[in-house]
């Protein structure tokens, strides 16, 4: 189970779109803010969640401090437009295994959830 968490609602119903014809056995959920994502996150046993840093209150990179401080077994993607090299490496010392651009990175997303869901 993968969820994608992202205030663009165009963006995750088109991301889910794109990723179930690849993945017809996983189930996608999306959120659109912190406070949407978190009872994905305490109730659904997740394997990936795939999160963007600019969200309405509180950020992708306390979502993913949230995941990690809750020791949920759940592996991090962070996708973002915000693809500074600070938000780079704080993301990365927080746990997330990849950090991507949206723009430039977007056709490792398959290959990378693939992966992921594998292992």
Known sequence: MVLIVDDNVSYTER???????????????TAASFEDAVPFIDSIDLQVAMLDINLPGKSGIDLLNYIKNNKKPC??????????DSYRRKCLELGAEHFLDKTSDFEKIPVLLAEMLEN
Do not use: G, K, P, W
């Not at 991301?15 to 959920?29: A, G, P």
């Open 15 to 29: 991301m889910v779109e794109i990723l179930s014809e690849d993945f017809q056995s996983v189930r996608f959920y």
């Open 75 to 84: 592996r991090v993607i962070m996708i973002t437009n915000q693809a500074f």
